[in-house]
């Protein structure tokens, strides 16, 4: 648990760190344009202008720091790091694929809240602040799970079976 900790204070300190605080926003930015590009591919309308996704009646969505899935990375990461058991090779594996899918997900999250905006707002505010925050964690939780399971148990410590 005190690696964990560990962990997850300097990810979430390199997440907020003013030095790299350009890199993350042209992550940002990046999971922005993904989501226009997904949107364009299956016939929708949007324009987007840094961090802001518009339709053509006017409703936007900004994705801010919080909303580019790198706080369920950081907290998947944390705990696949401190996990003591499974080889560095896997826990990199680990990490790669658990991104993927967090990202693939968020993005998934950007764009139906980008279309159930226009449509009902009051529908957006719960999705946005309940239903698909709760999706995204329980996701990296998933994630971290599975790659638990498959950790042999024969390499798992005794204090942490």
Not at 121 to 148: K, N, P, S
Request: hydrophobic fraction near 60%; proline fraction near 4%; charge should be positive.
């Amino acid at each position: 648990m005190l690696l964990f900790a560990l962990f997850v204070s300097v990810g979430f300190g390199l997440v907020f760190a003013p030095p790299l605080a350009p890199f993350f926003e042209y992550f940002t930015r990046l999971v922005a344009n993904a989501s226009e590009v997904i949107i364009r591919i299956g016939g929708g309308h949007v324009q987007v202008s840094a961090f802001t996704l518009t339709a053509p009646d006017g409703f936007s969505i900004v994705v801010a720091n919080g909303c580019n899935g790198i706080n369920v990375v950081v907290l998947l990461w944390s705990a696949l790091l401190a996990w003591p058991a499974g080889r560095w090779t896997d826990k990199v594996k680990g990490m790669g694929f658990g991104m993927l899918a967090i990202q693939a997900a968020n993005s998934l999250r950007i764009i139906t809240l980008f279309y159930l905006g226009q449509w009902n707002q009051q529908w957006f505010e719960i999705m946005h602040l309940y239903v698909w925050e709760i999706l995204i964690m329980v996701l990296g939780l998933a994630v971290f799970a599975i790659w638990v399971r498959r950790t042999p148990a024969s390499a798992i410590p005794d204090g942490a079976k």
